[in-house]
């Protein structure tokens, strides 16, 4: 299945999953924000497609509490949730870094004491509070066959015979929780018998899960799976249980990531309507929901600016993901003495989506009406039908020969569908 966003904007950033629609904007000092959820249909592996002029690409897979997310299976129906948000170059900044929030839990499941890599230090879950009473009886520590090449937390893993629960303290709010895998070799073990469920609170995360099916999809060994996760209670816990249709069924996980992040940022009340594409009623995003991030994509970055990162790790190259063969041109000031400003007492926390170095790329078709009327800059992306996704769009005017109203206007369309009819930012 495709999901296409189509259109004239000079960048763009958003959440992944099958969206459909934009909407109306509220504005708050220099930002501009629109959201809009949307239906998408399919019995096969989903595709996100946008088009337009894109500066960043975000998405998000949403969830609520009895939706259970079924990474490995192709037959949903997907909604989306698009936002977007506009940000202006100025000469001047300052502002906290928030890469490193302070609560932040890095878990080397399967080893003991402490290891490093990048300067970053991993705790060995064997001298952690986090695991369950008795938990050797229904666990194992596993080491990869070739540790030459690998690296913390892909070391070791955590092997899991029965519901096994780690439990993690933590203040109430939204926390970001990311599953480390690697499905390699490990000493007489069948990877082909990893099947199984990982359950937060009333969420369930992954069910009918295969770290080896993934990355057979993926082309890597290694990978992440990454969340968004409410907390109502000051504990978190995570729990993994082998799948009970298959028999010598089993889990394991390498590595757990866990720290806070400010509640605004992803979630904006549960008494802000959002439109909903294809429906006449709003959608409200609310607590109840937890978040599954998909994709980051920072558009023009081909080249240039390289290593963008924030809290949640690097944005990818958006070059990869463009469909089609017209790339359009790439917009760069990064060796200007300009510097993104968030105009806003809320700038702290966007730092968690996105960082500043992000906008000084973007990917634009130009100001040629003819050369625009004969193509559209399109963007793919695979997802899975059958659940609402968030997909946030960022903007920013980093040329300086755009000054005025309606020199840069441009449609956007998701998956065939009208997602903002006139955007001039």
Not at 127 to 146: A, E, G, I, R
Not at 233 to 256: H, Y
Not at 316 to 335: A, F, M, R
Not at 358 to 382: C, E, K, Q, V
Request: glycine share 4%; charged share 15%; with cysteine.
């Amino acid at each position: 299945m495709l999901l296409v966003v189509t259109g004239c904007t000079h960048r763009l950033e958003c959440f992944q999953s099958t969206i459909n629609t934009l909407c109306e904007a509220n504005q708050l000092e220099s930002f501009c924000y629109k959201y809009a959820i949307c239906d998408l249909q399919g019995k096969l592996r989903a595709f996100l497609s946008v088009l337009c002029f894109l500066l960043t690409l975000h998405v998000n897979k949403t969830m609520k509490k009895t939706q259970i997310v079924e990474s490995c299976k192709h037959t949903y129906v997907v909604s989306f949730l698009v936002y977007l948000s506009f940000f202006h170059p100025t000469t001047s900044t300052t502002s906290n870094s928030t890469n490193n929030p302070s609560d932040k839990i890095l878990l080397n499941c399967g080893s003991s004491g402490t290891s490093s890599f990048n300067g970053v230090k991993w705790m060995g879950d064997e001298d952690s509070n986090f695991l369950p009473q008795s938990y050797d009886k229904k666990s194992s520590t596993l080491s990869v066959s070739n540790p030459d090449s690998a690296v913390p937390p892909y070391l070791n893993a955590r092997l899991i015979l029965s519901s096994f629960t780690y439990s993690f303290p933590f203040s109430a709010g939204l926390k970001f929780v990311r599953f480390y895998f690697v499905s390699t070799s490990y000493l007489g073990l069948n990877l082909s018998k990893a099947y199984f469920s990982v359950q937060t609170g009333p969420y369930t995360l992954l069910n009918d899960f295969s770290p080896s099916v993934v990355a057979e999809e993926l082309k890597s060994v290694c990978f992440t799976k990454d969340f968004l996760v409410n907390v109502k209670e000051n504990r978190l816990t995570i729990t993994f249980t082998p799948s009970p249709v298959i028999s010598s069924a089993f889990s394991f996980v390498n590595g757990i990531e866990i720290f806070s992040v400010p509640h605004s940022i992803y979630f904006s009340g549960a008494n802000v309507p959002l439109p909903f594409l294809g429906h006449q009623a709003p959608f409200f995003i609310n607590d109840e929901y937890a978040l599954e991030m998909l994709y980051r994509v920072n558009a023009g970055v081909h080249g240039h600016t390289p290593n963008v990162k924030n809290a949640f790790g690097l944005w990818l190259d958006d070059l990869s993901y463009i469909s089609g063969s017209t790339y359009g041109s790439v917009l760069n000031i990064e060796d200007r003495p300009y510097v993104v400003t968030y105009n806003s007492s809320l700038s702290k926390y966007y730092d968690y989506a996105a960082p500043r170095e992000l906008y000084w790329t973007a990917r634009t078709m130009g100001s040629n009406d003819d050369i625009n009327r004969r193509y559209n800059l399109t963007w793919s992306f695979h997802v899975d039908s059958g659940f609402k996704y968030l997909v946030r769009l960022h903007f920013c005017e980093i040329s300086s020969y755009v000054t005025e109203v309606n020199q840069r206007v441009f449609k956007v369309y998701i998956n065939n569908q009208t997602a903002e009819e006139r955007m001039d930012f």
